[in-house]
């Protein structure tokens, strides 16, 4: 069953600590994509990887970092330093043509 | 700077009709990607249907269709014969040449029984 798929679908993250939204795909797509939603908003590009081993800051970069060591994952981890994190995360891959979007984490803080 | 407008925040219609959703953007790229996106209540995003700039002809997916206009920089989404499972959020969204895709605030379409 191709697709990509986020884990957790819920997260709480507490005061001070780092947390790891988790998105894998199996569409053999080279590029990938981290989003935020905020409330009543559209999506805002927080990093994307174009290719195993490289990615780029996008508009909300800060507080976040990311990795990309195959071309399968793309996990995004949360930092303390990202003073307001709750929001729902959305991934998505890219073959070059349109995006296709897991179906997405919601981050809570305690 | 690539803009992404969408001018209507919310709309509704009765069930069965047709409606219209805007949609303009702001580039000096001539190759570029266009597309709608549909997020229903369960926030899944769902590519409803795309367009390539270098295309003249208007995309169609079954009873969605697009009116785009290049000069213009106008890409509306036409819904016909709407239906009920069509209630969602709806996003205008641009590829550029970077493989970016920004997208608009979205419009909110009730679909009224």
């Known amino acids: 069953d191709g697709g990509i798929t986020q884990s957790p679908k819920y997260l709480f993250r507490k005061e001070g600590q780092n947390v790891t939204l988790s998105c894998e795909q199996n569409?053999?797509?080279?590029?990938m994509y981290w989003y935020r939603q905020d409330p009543g908003q559209g999506l805002r590009l927080i990093y994307y990887s174009q290719i195993v081993n490289d990615f780029q800051k996008g508009d909300i970069a800060e507080g976040y970092s990311v990795s990309r060591e195959k071309k399968e994952s793309f996990p995004l981890t949360v930092t303390s330093a990202q003073k307001n994190p709750t929001a729902f995360y959305l991934c998505a891959s890219s073959n070059s043509g349109s995006q296709y979007f897991g179906p997405g984490t919601r981050l809570l803080v305690l | 700077a690539q803009t992404v407008t969408q001018s209507q925040p919310e709309m509704s219609v009765q069930e069965a009709e047709t409606v219209t959703l805007s949609c303009t953007y702001d580039t000096s790229e001539n190759n570029y990607y266009l597309f709608w996106y549909k997020q229903p209540p369960s926030r899944q995003m769902i590519l409803v249907i795309r367009?390539?700039?270098?295309?003249?002809q208007n995309a169609t997916e079954n009873r969605f269709s697009v009116n785009f206009q290049k000069a213009a920089k106008s890409f509306s989404l036409k819904i016909s014969d709407s239906q009920l499972g069509d209630t969602a959020m709806y996003f205008c969204?641009?590829?550029?040449?970077?493989?970016?895709?920004?997208f608009g605030k979205g419009t909110r379409l009730h679909i009224l029984p």
């Open positions: 569409l053999n797509h080279d590029a």
């Open positions: 367009q390539e700039a270098y295309k003249q």
């Open positions: 969204a641009f590829r550029n040449r970077d493989d970016k895709i920004i």
